[in-house]
């Protein structure tokens, strides 16, 4: 009888697309960068402040795959995680756009679905847990508007005004006016906001506030995995460097950000090709100056970071061998084969992790369908590393598209 679990950790693999399946049983890799990883999680559990962390890697070398290993590991330790891949449809040059996907991406523990907003319906009038997001509203966010949301949504048995708030709190902002009606019609007192809302300026005031909530509900803290963070460096010259500056308010968020940790992954080619090249530290001017001093903040942060060590030849036949054990499980047969013959495939395969792995694949699926590999040799080996396997580089950045 097959390992269902077994076969759908090989089906992930093949696919090559990464997955948290995938990242749950492949937790050994890199144990140095895991150590800080957990280190600097285990900071934000133990002090409750947050902060954040930079990764980079070459294409192909397991950055994803790293983050899903993060993603289980928070998980373990009772902490929502979110996870989203940044570029043109996931901006972080605006915040309020950023925000709906960060929510939408988002994951309680021991939930394989995202969607934690069922959590509101805890909020009851004079509940620990509405008072005590109301005081922080108040207290600790820029704009009050969440205080009136909140109290509205303890207090109304209205379906359709509970449906509005639950849109606003996804990213659909309600309006001012409409916030003030629903609330005089709530609680019968008047609405008075002590800044008037604006989603380009207060958006950061909901991921304070989810940060609040969560812990509110009984979590230990938030995580938040940006992937493909490259993807900055084709964008507009003052979206760049308004990226750069939001990208602070997770690296070294202020005191009202609770209990989150924050993972960014690069490519590893990102300074050279994109902070040197485009001379980004010279385009901060185009910030005002606090601004400017945040975006060189994050500037500097991606410069200190180190590239992920390629994988050890331990490293990579400890990963091989699992995939032996898994593909044996999968379809319920003994191959016969030692990790040291299979990791002869592997070192014929290529020079990237992902390549290494469906070669490894590959080589299992033909013994275990024709009871022998002997028609894959080294050359077919090589082809399959470079089939549909192009490195990006973001050298392929389009110059004359940077004049915003």
Not at 220 to 229: H, S
Not at 254 to 273: C, G, N, R, V
């Amino acid at each position: 009888m097959y390992d269902k679990e077994a076969r759908r950790i090989i089906e992930a693999l093949r696919s090559g697309v990464p997955s948290r399946t995938v990242g749950q049983y492949f937790t050994e890799a890199r144990p140095m960068v895991m150590q800080q990883i957990g280190k600097a999680m285990d900071t934000v559990l133990e002090t409750g402040k947050s902060n954040g962390s930079i990764i980079r890697g070459r294409y192909g070398e397991g950055k994803t795959h790293l983050l899903n290993t993060v993603f289980n590991m928070a998980h373990q330790n009772n902490m929502v995680v979110s996870m989203v891949s940044l570029g043109k449809e996931i901006p972080m040059h605006m915040m309020n756009v950023l925000y709906p996907h960060i929510v939408n991406n988002t994951y309680l523990p021991g939930h394989d679905q995202p969607g934690f907003l069922e959590l509101l319906d805890r909020l009851t009038p004079n509940s620990p847990q509405a008072n005590r997001l109301q005081l922080f509203a108040t207290r600790e966010l820029t704009c009050d508007k969440l205080y009136y949301v909140l109290k509205t949504y303890a207090n109304t048995e209205d379906a359709d005004i509970k449906t509005q708030l639950r849109y606003d709190l996804e990213g659909d902002f309600i309006s001012t006016p409409t916030i003030k009606r629903m609330y005089k019609e709530t609680t019968k007192e008047t609405c008075r906001m002590n800044v008037s809302f604006s989603k380009t300026k207060h958006t950061v005031d909901y991921f304070h506030f989810l940060s609040e909530f969560f812990l509110t509900m009984g979590y230990e803290g938030w995580v938040i995995l940006f992937d493909e963070a490259e993807r900055i460096g084709f964008f507009t010259k003052k979206q760049r460097m308004s990226t750069y500056k939001n990208m602070m308010e997770f690296l070294t968020p202020p005191s009202s950000m609770k209990s989150t940790y924050s993972l960014f992954a690069f490519t590893a080619s990102y300074i050279d090709e994109v902070i040197e090249k485009k001379q980004e530290l010279a385009n901060t001017e185009v910030l005002v100056p606090e601004d400017a001093e945040k975006a060189r903040a994050a500037l500097a942060a991606i410069g200190r970071s180190s590239a992920l060590p390629s994988l050890t030849v331990q490293e990579i036949k400890d990963v091989v061998g699992r995939i032996l054990t898994f593909h044996e499980k999968a379809y319920d047969w003994k191959s016969n084969v030692s990790v040291d013959a299979l990791m002869q495939i592997v070192d014929a395969s290529g020079f990237l992790l992902r390549t290494k792995l469906r070669a490894t694949i590959e080589y299992l699926d033909q013994l275990y369908l024709y009871g022998t590999a002997a028609g894959m040799a080294v050359s077919d080996l090589e082809d399959l590393s470079l089939v549909g396997e192009e490195v990006p580089s973001l050298g392929m950045f389009d110059e004359e598209k940077d004049e915003g």
